[in-house]
């Protein structure tokens, strides 16, 4: 029984270990492909988070190439985000991203899923013999 903390303390750490990362994006990828959620930082130091098809490349009534879409802008050491509707122009964006999962996601889902199933085993297995159940 007293290995079933060190077991839910091993989880908590491997599900702080990071599960996802940021993989950097083409503007030629958005084109082909809206499938996948990004996040646009731009050179002024905003962050814009667009869901799957919430976005897409296109071209304003300038000529000017723009990153088109609904999404969530938020700037570092703001406590909120704000609802963002609009256009980028794409010569303003810096960066573009995705999240994409680690082989980290994987095991600690299955380790999180072992260390319960031993919780409950030993739980069960153990209720009504005198050790606390």
């Known amino acids: 029984m007293r290995y079933q903390s060190v077991i839910v303390i091993a989880v908590i750490f491997l599900s702080l270990t990071g599960c996802f990362r940021a993989v950097l994006v083409s503007t030629t990828a958005i084109e082909k492909s809206n499938e996948d959620d990004i996040v646009v930082s731009?050179?002024?130091?905003?962050?814009?988070?667009?869901?799957?098809?919430q976005y897409n490349l296109d071209t304003d009534e300038h000529g000017q190439r723009v990153l088109r879409g609904k999404g969530k802008a938020f700037r570092q050491g703001e406590p909120q985000f704000?609802?963002?509707?609009?256009?980028?122009?794409i010569d303003d964006i810096k960066s573009i991203?995705?999240?994409?999962?680690?082989?980290?996601?994987?095991?600690?889902?299955?380790?999180?899923?072992?260390?319960?199933?031993?919780?409950?085993?030993?739980?069960?297995?153990?209720?009504?013999?005198?050790?606390?159940?």
């Not at 704000?82 to 122009?89: D, R, S, V």
């Open 42 to 53: 731009t050179k002024e130091g905003r962050q814009i988070s667009f869901d799957s098809r």
């Open 82 to 89: 704000k609802l963002f509707e609009g256009t980028i122009p």
């Open 97 to 133: 991203s995705r999240p994409e999962k680690t082989s980290m996601f994987y095991v600690t889902i299955v380790a999180a899923t072992l260390a319960v199933g031993y919780v409950l085993f030993w739980t069960l297995a153990l209720n009504g013999r005198g050790f606390g159940g």
